[in-house]
């Protein structure tokens, strides 16, 4: 999808950092820069899908409380671990990893039930979405790869606003 400027802006106020982190760091400058990069490769269609959801990135992976409130209301929290985004990783395990848990995101997957389904759902909608080249390149996708959990880099979990700690 083409990527306006307000797009960025909306894409950035819905990134929600641990309340450690007193400034922008290059992690999260990165994170957000990897999240333009997949939503300008997701379809028109479902990209306008995904941004008329009620939803926040939250970087790192925790359970302490973030910085800003969440809307009221049912709002989806995606979750990426802490290292998500180091040096270490590729940027194509990056883009896929945060295209993956966007799926998870555009189909309202829970983790109810079902578990290895939706996993595989959300690989085939990265496919759909022009993700195949980095979702082979990363060895734990569900597809074609170990798909093993404690490999996994995200979760994605609807939240009632009475659930979220606020500061």
């Known amino acids: 999808m083409k990527i306006t400027d307000k797009h960025k802006a909306n894409l950035k106020d819905r990134i929600l950092e641990n309340d450690r982190v007193e400034s922008e760091t290059d992690a999260s400058h990165k994170f957000f820069e990897m999240v333009v990069k997949v939503f300008e ?3 028109e269609t479902d990209g306008e899908t995904l941004l008329g959801k009620n939803f926040y990135l939250v970087i790192p992976f925790s359970n302490t409380v973030y910085k800003r409130n969440i809307i009221s209301g049912e709002c989806w929290l995606v979750f990426f671990q802490t290292d998500l985004c180091n040096q270490e990783k590729k940027d194509d395990e990056i883009l896929y990893t945060i295209a993956h848990e966007l799926a998870h995101l555009f189909f309202e997957h829970d983790a109810q039930s079902d578990l290895c389904a939706k996993e595989n759902e959300a690989d085939r909608k990265v496919i759909e979405w022009g993700f195949e080249k980095e979702l082979r390149a990363t060895p734990h996708n569900y597809l074609f790869g170990t798909g093993h959990l404690l490999k ?16």
């Open 152 to 167: 996994t880099f995200g979760e994605v979990t609807l939240v009632k606003h009475q659930e979220v700690k606020l500061d």
């Open 41 to 43: 490769r997701i379809p």
